[in-house]
C-alpha cells in the first residue's frame, strides 16, 4: 500500500496527527523562552514538565469513557480541548501555575493521542494493511513545519503566547472535518480469555522508549545548540525541526518497510540506529554536527513508536483492541513528560552531553524487548473487525 493510499484510507486520524504535531513543535522551539521567562534552572524546569504526566495518567482512566461517550466526536472534542489548553502555557511566568497549565495540556493531548491511535488501529483491522507508521510520519511533518515557523516567530520577537494563538485558531479551523464513524466490537461468545496484560506491558514499555528518546530531543535539542554549542535562536529551533523532518522521512519509508519486513526486525535494527544518533548528538563540537546526530535518531526512532502501537492491536481479542491501545498509548506518551525531567536532572548534574549519551542506552533497551514481543501469540480478527 502506498503512503498516498494510506493517508487517504486514513485522512480523519490523520488531520488530528497533524493537529498534535503542531502543538509539540510550536512548544519545542519555544522552550528557550518559555524556560527563560521563569527563571528556571534544568532541574527545576523539567520537574515542572513533570505536570503533564500528571494529566496524560488520568487521560489513561478518561480516554476509553470519552470515546465511548463522544462516539464519532471523539478526535473533534480532543481537539478543540487541545487547542484550548495551549493557550496557556505560553504567557506563564510562575512555575507552580505553569506547572498546573502543562497538566491540562497533558490530559487534552493524552485523549487525543489515544483516541487518534484507536481509530487507526480500526481502519487497520478493517481495510488489514499497517498505516501507523504514515499517520505518525503526519505529526513528525506538523512538528517540523510548526518548530521552523517558530525560528522565524522567535527571530522577529513575537511572543509565544501569540504564536500559539495562531496555531490554536488554525487547529480549530480543521474540527468540521475530523468527524469519524466508530467501530464498535463486542466480545466474541464465550470469550474467556485472560486481560491482556502483558501484550500492553511489553508493547507499552517498547513505545515508552521511543516516545522517551523523541521527548528528550525536543525539549532540550534547541537548549543544548544555544547553550552546549553556541548557536542562535534560529540554529537551535533547527533542532527539533531536524528531528521532526527525519522522523517524517523515517515514518514514510517505514509504512513501505513494514509491509516488506517483519515488524519486530524493523524495532531492533531501528533502534541501533537512533543510538548511534544520540551518541554523534552528544559528541557533537558545533551545531551543524549535533544536526546530523539528531537526524540519524530522528530516522531510527520514528518507526518504534508507531509498530509498538501497532503490534499491540494485534495482540489483544479485538473488542480490547481500543482499551489495549489506550493503556498502551499512555505507558507510551508517558515517556514525552517523564523524560525531560530526567534530562533536566541529568543535565543539571553532569550536562546536557552526558544526558544525550544516557538517551542511547535507553533505546538499545528496546531490542531485548522486541524479542520477548516476539514470543506473544497474536490474536486475529474477524472479517470486518
Known sequence: MSVFSALSVSRKPAAAFVVVGLFWGCFAAHVPVIKGQMGANDATFGTLLLGSATGLVSAMWLAPRVDRMMGDRSMQAGIVALSLAWLLPGHITVPLLFAAAMALVGLASGLLDVIMNARV???EARHDRPLMNANHAMFSVAYAVAALMV?????AGLPPTVVFAGFSAFC????PFIRMDVTIVAAEGGYAGRYPIWPIMLCGTVVLIAFMSEATVEAWSALHVERTLGGGAAEGALGPAMLGLTMAVGRFSGQIVSERFAELT??????LIAALGAVIAALAPVPIV???????LGLGVSVIGPIGLALVGNLVAPHLRTE???RTAVIGFSGFFFAPMLMGLVSEAYGLRIAFGGVAGLLICAVPLALI???????????GQ
Do not use: D, N
Not at 524493523?266 to 533502534?271: C, K, L, Q, S, T
Not at 549535533?290 to 540519524?296: D, M, N
Open 121 to 123: 488501529s480500526e481502519l
Open 151 to 155: 525560528g522565524f516567530t522567535r527571530e
Open 172 to 175: 480549530l479551523l480543521l474540527v
Open 266 to 271: 524493523v524495532v531492533i535494527v531501528a533502534a
Open 290 to 296: 549535533a544536526y546530523l546526530g539528531f537526524g540519524i
Open 324 to 326: 489495549a491501545i489506550s
Open 373 to 383: 514481543v516476539a514470543r506473544q501469540p497474536r490474536q486475529i480478527a474477524a472479517p
